[in-house]
């Protein structure tokens, strides 16, 4: 063999070689600008998803830079002295007959495959707006938390009792491993709450996922046999998560603010009971409902002068006998202890005994504190929140079987249309509904900017406003099998799943750059006619790679998508059902569909611009 032919053969090998490496740049910078708009997210959703973005970038980078220097050179040392065609496996090349045969059956049904994929892209579209949304999905942590309220004024006591009864009820369902209740907390603490509020810590045992429901379902139906108390369930961590974002955990809170705190206390009750009768409200609870009795001693300043008292003395006395009074510290090594003074509690028991509190004068006689002031039992508050200065009521809300963004849409209408708000009293919503908002705008927002910046790439790699189209009608069938996955797991689309949607158009795009620029290339480099035999050639030798582009990821995929209801995959998994669901319906439009739209609209010709 001269030389010359293995110059002009070296030549073509490496003119293929750049085509290539430019079309993997062009595909991997795509992956890199979709996964952008996750690295935009703030709150809890960028501490969730930020670090996915982050490590996904990376690892496309390092597999870039390895594409383009690494493995060329491998390729050009082991397969520099073998013939690939020779060598191809038979089941491979059965596998390309059979390909080009049907891609010839679908080119003589064009029209109604190509309708087929419109109307199946436009259903998606519309299917998007009636899935249910949710910020955070359910966590099975195996352990929950429930709140149960009672009357304001409840003692610890009644607290306990009632609290025993719930703890053997919970014990008593088949799949309770234990309970745990704890009333009220103190006050030296930052979040005090009264005793008539009590946590049960409930640990479930070992169980799937859906035997967790069902008995999350039986812990339910217990807790409403008991009349008069207010219940809320939950997981530790989506509660810590609530509370990050709203400062209360409870995935829908409503905050009525207002100068009159009469005015908040009666619109928040008539809130709370508007929003109860909602369909999917499973909790309703006031923060610090109105209601708690008070004892209230007024002093008369008469009556004072005439025992001869000043009113700080009576109040210091009344406080040193049912509060306590430090009158000295005690030393024991290294560690001091208060010694405090106060009436025993027999004497503290009964509130009638108040008015027998005997004060002594300054001339050494006995007075009962009822001689000195109108004692009477009033209704009073036992907290007064405020935000930002601002006096608030706050009702939480626990919603389940719907999303909480239409639950959400819905109590707000109903609030603004049935609820009479007082002058300067008005109701602000927020949780999870409302980060959820804020995450959907910055995903759309930052979406967009990078959709443009993927455009700018796909045109500067083809060079052709209809071979980027031609690409780009991978992203509606995509949406197809996205919106698919999402229907056939549950109809629910979490904060995990949008961001699958973000991540898998980059995904899908890949193997439709990869088909495209081969056409190309066979047109421009090799001057082929553009033709069905040039069609089906260029899709039979992307074959292979197309397969395995997808079959990898869905593989790598596979684990978490089977796994997305299991404890720990609750996040993660939706996104790969989305990007998996979607990778299955792209890779079939690419095998299939796209070589007969670009056989019909694609125009190559040897300048490489289509018409």
């Known amino acids: 063999m001269s030389p010359e032919p293995r110059k002009s053969t070296a030549l073509s090998n ?75 496996p038979r089941l491979l090349t059965r596998l390309k007959a059979d390909y080009g045969r049907l891609l010839a059956t679908v080119e003589r049904h064009a029209r109604a495959i190509i309708a087929a994929v419109m109307i199946a892209g436009v259903a998606a579209l519309g299917a998007l707006p009636f899935l249910q949304t949710s910020y955070i999905p359910e966590l099975k942590e195996g352990s929950y938390t429930v709140h149960v309220g009672l009357a304001p004024g409840t003692s610890l006591e009644e607290s306990m009792r009632i609290g025993g009864h719930i703890s053997k009820a919970l014990m ?82 409503i905050s009525v603010f207002g100068n009159d705190l009469d005015n908040i206390d009666r619109v928040s ?65 290294v560690r001091s202890y208060d010694v405090s003074v106060v009436m025993c509690p027999a004497d503290r028991k009964d509130i009638g005994q108040v008015g027998s509190l005997l004060l002594r004068n300054p001339d050494g006689l006995m007075v009962p504190l009822r001689d000195l002031a109108q004692l009477q039992q009033v209704s009073g508050r036992y907290q007064i929140t405020h935000d930002g200065g601002r006096r608030v009521q706050v009702i939480s809300v626990t919603v389940g079987g719907r999303s909480i963004a239409g639950f959400v849409s819905e109590a707000q209408r109903r609030v603004d249309r049935e609820i009479t708000m007082p002058k300067g009293t008005y109701a602000v919503f927020s949780g999870e509904s409302e980060a959820l908002g804020r995450s959907q705008r910055d995903l759309l927002v930052y979406g967009l900017m990078a959709g443009l910046s993927v455009v700018l790439f796909l045109f500067l790699a083809l060079k052709s406003r209809r071979a980027v189209a031609l690409v780009l009608f991978n992203v509606p069938f995509a949406l197809v099998g996205g919106v698919g996955s999402v229907m056939l797991t549950g109809g629910s689309l979490s904060l995990g ?12 795009l890949r193997n439709s750059i990869m088909l495209v620029g081969h056409y190309q290339h066979l047109v421009e480099k ?17 074959l292979v790679p197309i397969l395995m582009t997808a079959i990898v990821t869905a593989l790598a995929l596979l684990p978490l998508a089977i796994t997305s209801g299991e404890a720990g995959n609750e996040i993660e998994g939706p996104m790969a059902v989305v990007i998996l669901g979607g990778l299955v319906t792209s890779t079939l439009l690419n095998l299939f569909v796209l070589p007969t739209l670009a056989l019909r609209y694609g125009r190559f010709d040897g300048t490489g611009v289509s018409r």
């Open 269 to 333: 009750l008539q809130i709370a009971h508007l929003v109860a009768s909602m369909r999917g409200a499973t909790s309703v609870q006031v923060e610090s409902p109105p209601g708690t009795p008070e004892l209230s001693v007024r002093l008369d300043q008469t009556r004072l002068s005439r025992w001869g008292f000043t009113p700080v003395e009576v109040m210091n006395a009344i406080q040193s006998a049912y509060q306590g009074i430090t009158v000295a510290q005690e030393y024991q090594g």
């Open 526 to 542: 090799e001057g082929m006619l553009w033709s069905l035999e040039t069609a089906v050639r260029g899709a039979s030798e992307r």
């Open 172 to 253: 008593a369902i088949p799949g309770v491993r234990l309970v745990a209740q704890r009333a009220g907390r103190a006050d030296e603490v930052v979040d005090p709450v009264g005793v008539q509020l009590s946590e049960f810590e409930v640990g479930l045992k070992l169980m799937g996922p859906d035997n967790e429901e069902r008995t999350v379902r039986q812990i339910r139906s217990t807790l409403a046999r008991f009349p008069g108390i207010t219940t809320s369930i939950n997981t530790f961590l989506v509660e810590r998560i609530d509370e990050t974002i709203s400062g209360t955990p409870a995935p829908v809170v």
């Open 497 to 508: 799943g949008m961001v699958g949607f973000v991540t898998l158009f980059g995904i899908s």
């Open 14 to 88: 490496i003119d293929e070689l750049a085509v290539i490496i430019a079309t993997e740049m062009s595909a991997r910078m795509l992956n890199q600008s979709s996964f952008v708009p996750v690295l935009s997210l703030s709150g809890v959703a960028g501490r969730l998803f930020a670090p996915l973005g982050m490590a996904y970038i990376m690892a496309v980078i390092a597999s870039l830079i390895i594409a383009v220097t690494l493995t060329p050179a491998m390729s050009l040392a082991l397969l520099a002295n073998r013939g690939v065609a020779q060598h191809e």
